[in-house]
């Protein structure tokens, strides 16, 4: 069983919320525009963390992490990009990847946008954490957590707070 802890676009900023609610994760997964190496630092120090790039991350970010990671975590088949899109929406690069083969656990970030979808099409289960740092259009910062044992993903959690109130404990 791991205990995950999912975010994106923090945008080089990440409220001391975010550590609180990840106290009792076991790996920190990011779908990209991490923004800096400090805020990449400070979530690898925390905890043991995968992540990709994204649109706005700068060439040392992109040298640290790839633009994809596809992995098992137990027994799910996890990709986890940055620019996705989601179910019926898909960008066409990640479509040709679902039509080889689709993960069971499909992750992406950009849109700031918190979204969880099963995708019947491609069996799959579609997770959007949103903008867990405060810089874009957004009004409410996000992060997520979960389980996956063996083959299940679950007790699936959110943590949200207003923007105004990002740096408040």
Same mark, same amino acid.
Request: hydrophobic content about 40%; aromatic content about 12%.
């Given at each position: 069983?791991k205990?995950i802890?999912?975010l994106?676009d923090t945008?080089?900023m990440?409220?001391s919320?975010v550590?609180k609610f990840? $106290?009792?994760?076991?790996?920190?997964w990011h779908a990209?525009?991490?923004?800096?190496? $400090?805020t990449?630092?400070?979530l690898?120090?925390?905890k043991p963390?995968?992540?990709v790039y994204?649109?706005?991350?700068?060439?040392?970010?992109?040298?640290?992490?790839?633009t994809?990671?596809?992995?098992?975590?137990?027994e799910?088949d996890v990709?986890?990009t940055h620019?996705?899109g989601?179910?019926?929406?898909?960008e066409?690069r990640?479509?040709?990847q679902?039509?080889?083969?689709?993960?069971?656990?499909?992750i992406?970030?950009?849109?700031?946008?918190l979204?969880?979808i099963?995708?019947p099409?491609?069996?799959?289960?579609h997770?959007?954490p949103g903008?867990?740092?405060n810089?874009?259009?957004?009004?409410?910062?996000?992060?997520?957590?979960f389980v996956?044992?063996g083959k299940n993903?679950?007790?699936?959690?959110?943590?949200?707070f $207003?923007r105004?109130?990002?740096? $408040?404990e």
């Open positions: 069983m205990r802890g999912l994106s945008h080089g990440l409220s919320r550590f990840f $106290e009792s994760v076991d790996e920190i990209g525009d991490i923004g800096t190496t $400090e990449a630092d400070q690898s120090d925390y963390l995968r992540a994204g649109n706005i991350d700068d060439h040392i970010l992109r040298k640290m992490f790839p994809d990671q596809r992995f098992f975590c137990e799910v990709l986890i620019i996705g989601f179910p019926g929406h898909y066409a990640v479509r040709k679902f039509i080889i083969k689709p993960p069971k656990l499909f992406c970030g950009h849109s700031h946008i979204k969880v099963f995708d099409k491609y069996n799959l289960l997770v959007n903008a867990a740092g810089k874009g259009f957004h009004q409410v910062c996000t992060a997520v957590r996956i044992d993903i679950k007790d699936m959690e959110v943590l949200e $207003e105004n109130a990002f740096m $408040e």
